[in-house]
Nanobody
Framework: QVQLVESGGGLVQPGGSLRLSCAASGFTFSSYAMTWYRQAPGKARELVAGITGAGGRTNYADSVKGRFTISRDKAKSTVYLQMNSLKPEDTAVYYC???????WGQGTQVTVSS
């Protein structure tokens, strides 16, 4: 079955950077789109970024455009989220998602605070 395992979260100061990783298994990774979502305390889960199977197209929430970059490595079956210029409002649990199967990872906490 599909398994998604996120890593790379942590505590970072405003203006800092983090790179999240999502290791995928159980399906043909290069064939399917992948997405990152986040959920802040008391708020609904929201789409942060998405990338097509071949990696040729990406999309971003307006709130992260120009600061976050989604990418994927076919050889490692891993999708990444590079987060730069982090703000306190980026604090959330970040989840990896495979839309076709509806599978989710366990989430990784990102906290932006001084």
């Amino acid at each position: 079955q599909v398994q998604l395992v996120e890593s790379g979260g942590g505590l970072v100061q405003p203006g800092g950077s983090l790179r999240l990783s999502c290791a995928a298994s159980g399906f043909t990774f290069s064939s399917y789109a992948m997405t990152w979502y986040r959920q802040a305390p008391g708020k609904a889960r929201e789409l942060v970024a998405g990338i097509t199977g071949a990696g040729g197209r990406t999309n971003y929430a307006d709130s992260v455009k120009g600061r976050f970059t989604i990418s994927r490595d076919k050889a490692k079956s891993t999708v990444y989220l590079q987060m730069n210029s982090l703000k306190p409002e980026d604090t959330a649990v970040y989840y990896c998602n495979e839309p076709r199967s509806g599978s989710w990872g366990q989430g990784t906490q990102v906290t932006v605070s001084s």
